[in-house]
């Protein structure tokens, strides 16, 4: 296997390989490394390498394989790379959130990392996000422009844009990823990669509290397959009562009724492009093919209680500006968003919250009638870099809110909720669709994702920039 191939082997091949004595992990390790070396200066996807320490963790884990002293079932990713998205903890590392108001390095790992570590992976560095991980483009002041390897012209998206970046290029098999309002289904859609939600709670977000943007965040993965992206939960999630996500995601699902739905959530409004249309109905064609139901059903959107649900992304961006060590640093921009945050009244901020299960009792209605709902993950081609450079605050807000508008309300009611690649443009930049679950089943998405990936396989693509 040459190098190239070993990089986009993904995440369960190379934790495989490594298993196995084929490949060792200094090996694979020293692949990624020279591939971030040559490549990431023009995609920018790391903010920081551990080059040295992840070569010194290599030979200790091929050291431990060769002295018998780990199994693939204690420790299933033995001496395999990832990457961790700069809004979790590392060690000994700063945990910047796209900025520099933060000095003090982490005392401890945020629970994700220290489970991934537990099951033998390396961490070879953090990926870059946009301050505070507001934005779905991935863009700072502090660390520069990230960029999409499928076009260096547009962004990875965000806010887990460098992990999408890398994972994409093959700098790195998996990276973690955040999700508030469509974190990791974003960058999952711009980079033509798989990116599940899991149920809320599902995946531990310490050290924040479960209150983290009052209730909206979730973590996760990037990868380049449903297996690799059922592999990684298996680890760092909390099992489910339906057994393990791999099992699941090896399943074949039996015949599903699947909503499909265009409708954009009011109060926003905003056009779906042709070509993005186009793409999730040929998707809904190949469910049809698959022996599938497919009949058009709107979800029961409330346009009072999404608005209302902003609250809490803007009083969590301020709560998120309050905790830096240097909030004076933050961008312009950012500050205009925190002032929005303080004008945000607590009063809407506690009716959101309490609306909470009443919203997810309304929107679930839906699943009385489908197994799962199939949506456009976004509105259009990922977006131009720079094309909100400049901007104030609510430009930007406004213009992303119709980039990204079918995301955000399975934030809310905390139901899992996936990315699907759905094929590319003419120009070759990817597409993207969305399925949507009932509350906790997880297993219907990866067993479906699977077998549309069997139908429509897409891990096998590489960007010309990074094919080689």
């Known amino acids: 296997m040459d190098a190239a191939d070993l990089a986009f082997a993904g995440l369960a091949r190379q934790a495989a390989l490594v298993a196995s004595g084929e490949v060792s992990s200094r090996e694979l390790v020293d692949v990624c490394l020279e591939r971030i070396e040559r490549l990431d200066p023009r995609l920018n996807a790391f903010r920081i390498v551990y080059g040295e320490r992840a070569r010194l963790e290599a030979d200790q884990a091929d050291g431990r394989r060769g002295a018998g002293g780990a199994s693939a079932s ?3 990713l033995l001496g395999v790379p990832i990457a961790v998205k700069d809004d979790m903890d590392v060690a000994g590392e700063r945990t910047c959130q796209g900025s520099n108001a933060m000095e003090t390095p982490a005392a401890a790992d945020s629970e994700i990392v220290r489970r991934l570590r537990d099951a033998g992976a390396i961490v070879i560095g953090k990926t870059n996000v946009p301050e505070l991980t507001m934005w779905p483009f991935t863009e700072t002041a502090t660390f520069g422009i990230t960029r999409n390897p499928w076009d260096p012209q547009r962004t990875p ?7 999408g970046s890398a994972v994409a290029a093959g700098l790195v098999a998996a990276a973690t990823a955040s999700d508030g309002l469509g974190s990791i289904r974003i960058p999952a859609a711009c980079n033509g990669l798989f990116g599940l939600k899991a149920q809320k709670g599902r995946v531990p977000i310490g050290p924040r509290t479960d209150d983290a943007w009052h209730g909206l965040v979730h973590y996760g993965t990037l990868t380049r397959s449903v297996a690799d992206t059922a592999l990684f939960l298996d680890v760092v999630a909390d099992r489910p ?3 393990s996500f791999s099992d699941a995601a090896a399943q074949t699902p039996g015949q599903l009724r699947i909503a499909l739905s265009f409708k954009i959530p009011p109060p926003l409004m905003a056009p779906v492009a042709g070509v993005v249309r186009e793409a999730v109905e040929q998707l809904a064609a190949v469910l049809r093919s698959l022996g599938h139901t497919v009949i058009e059903r709107d979800p029961d959107y409330d346009a009072g209680a999404m608005m209302r649900g902003l609250s809490r992304f803007t009083r969590g961006v301020l709560d998120d500006a309050h905790g830096k ?3 004076e640093r933050l961008e312009r921009r950012t ?6 945050g303080q004008l945000t009244p607590r009063s809407v901020l506690a009716r959101s919250r309490a609306e909470e299960g009443a919203v997810a009792e309304r929107l679930g209605r839906l699943w009385d009638d489908v197994d799962v709902l199939l949506t456009p ?3 259009d081609l990922p977006l131009p870099v720079g094309k909100y450079e400049g ?3 609510l430009w930007t807000f406004n213009g992303v809110s119709r980039f990204v508008p079918h995301l955000g309300p399975w934030n809310m009611t905390g139901q899992p909720a996936a990315s699907i690649p759905a094929g590319f443009s003419p120009d070759g930049v990817p597409l993207a669709a969305q399925l949507v679950g009932r509350a906790g089943d997880e297993a219907t998405l990866l067993s479906l994702s699977a077998q549309l990936e069997a139908a429509r396989p897409w891990a096998d693509r590489r960007p010309a920039l990074a094919g080689a």
Not at 157 to 163: F, N, R, V
Not at 335 to 340: D, E, G, I, S, V
Request: no cysteine.
């Open 157 to 163: 998206g965000g806010s887990s844009g460098g992990s």
């Open 391 to 393: 901007r104030g605050a």
């Open 74 to 76: 204690d420790r299933p």
């Open 325 to 327: 060590e240097h909030p």
């Open 377 to 379: 993950s976004l509105t």
């Open 241 to 243: 009562s339906w057994g």
């Open 335 to 340: 500050r205009a968003m925190m002032r929005l």
